[in-house]
């Protein structure tokens, strides 16, 4: 098996030769190339570049247009702040959707039309191009928490939940109207399978998640298994509370930061699951030994079953030592996933 045909394998329900590995890379991928972050995010043919060099490097079984969140905020008129060599961010102070009454104007924007939603469907068609043949090529959105954040700022949001839970609801359909529309965009670009984004979600607590959020993660996740489109499903922090919702998604791949246990996650979302993670991306990929990561992913591996692809909890760190990231990879190739370490 490629790559590609590894990763698929393991999403539909077929046993791979071995291990997929799916780590997500961004400010890493840039410096393997000796780019400016900025660049990266912002012009496709440099992603492209990062994206090719690292999986070749390391041997990563897909590559994604994963970049920042500001992608789809800037092409409503969000502000967001832009820096040399870090990822652009969310300027809260400004948020767009300070004023509520401010929804109401928005129109969702056309993929084609908007400069950056463009730039990251032509990274999907250049990966699909150069590489789509050998690795999974992965699409990527934001989740309607992480987005909703992003326009009426974080802080405004949790509030909202409780005063002005209408605004919230509306807020989120506007979201999800825009985010499958980019979904589609990138599928029709080349994309393979599309990840979600829903950092914001791992901040509210189990009543709000059911209540507010999970309503539309899956709705949202619906439409596009409806288009016959790949789900991944990565909420960052500590999503141990609202891990049952998490699974009753019924994403095609689930991502677990490092403060939500594999078994735990396994005993919740069944046995069925594809789940990926979940070792500390700092204090154990950063900062640890090949030996030690090694035995790690093998601890992950153990918890979760034959249902698992190697990655970190979250993005790679930039200064992670080469040694660190491929002793993680050495893992995926040399254990088929039905062996389980003792």
């Known amino acids: 098996m490629n790559s590609r045909e590894r990763i698929l394998a393991m999403l539909e329900g077929r046993t791979p030769d071995i291990l997929p590995a799916m780590p997500i890379t961004m400010m890493f991928a840039a410096d393997q190339i000796g780019a400016k972050y900025l660049d990266y995010a912002t012009n496709y043919r440099v992603l492209a570049e990062g994206q090719i060099k690292v999986a070749q490097t390391f041997d990563i079984d897909h590559v994604s247009v994963i970049s920042d969140p500001g992608c789809e905020a800037s092409a409503v008129g969000a502000p967001i702040k832009y820096f040399p060599d870090q990822p652009p961010a969310i300027d809260e102070e400004n948020a767009l959707l300070s004023d509520p009454g401010k929804l109401a104007?928005?129109?969702v924007p056309v993929p084609e039309s908007s400069e950056r939603m463009r730039n990251r469907g032509l990274g999907v068609k250049l990966l699909k191009e150069r590489i789509g043949g050998e690795k999974l090529v992965e699409g990527w959105i934001e989740g309607p928490c992480?987005?909703?954040?992003?326009?009426?700022?974080?802080?405004?949001?949790?509030?909202?939940?409780?005063?002005?839970?209408?605004?919230v609801r509306a807020l989120f359909e506007f979201v999800i109207k825009m985010e499958l529309d980019f979904a589609f965009y990138q599928v029709g670009m080349g994309a393979d399978l599309i990840g979600i984004g829903d950092a914001a979600a791992s901040l509210v607590g189990p009543r709000l998640y059911q209540q507010f959020v999970w309503?539309?993660?899956k709705k949202m996740v619906d439409v596009l298994h409806q288009r016959g489109i790949k789900t991944r499903l990565h909420i960052c922090g500590n999503t141990r509370p609202i891990l049952q919702g998490m699974g009753e998604l019924h994403c095609s791949l689930v991502d677990l930061d490092?403060?939500?246990?594999?078994?735990?996650?396994?005993?919740r979302m069944g046995p069925e699951q594809v789940l990926l993670g979940n070792i500390d991306p700092v204090r154990v990929l950063r900062d640890g030994t090949p030996e030690s990561i090694y035995a790690a992913i093998g601890e992950c591996h153990?918890?979760?079953?034959?249902?698992?692809?190697?990655?970190?909890g979250c993005e790679v760190p930039r200064d992670t030592a080469p040694e660190n990231l491929h002793a993680m990879m050495r893992y995926a190739?040399?254990?088929?996933?039905?062996?389980?370490?003792?």
């Open 333 to 342: 190739r040399e254990q088929p996933p039905h062996r389980l370490a003792n």
């Open 258 to 267: 490092y403060p939500a246990p594999v078994s735990d996650a396994r005993a």
């Open 215 to 217: 309503p539309y993660e």
């Open 146 to 167: 992480a987005e909703a954040a992003d326009l009426r700022g974080i802080n405004n949001l949790m509030l909202d939940f409780s005063d002005s839970p209408d605004f």
């Open 302 to 312: 153990r918890q979760a079953g034959p249902h698992y692809i190697v990655g970190a």
């Open 105 to 107: 104007a928005l129109t």
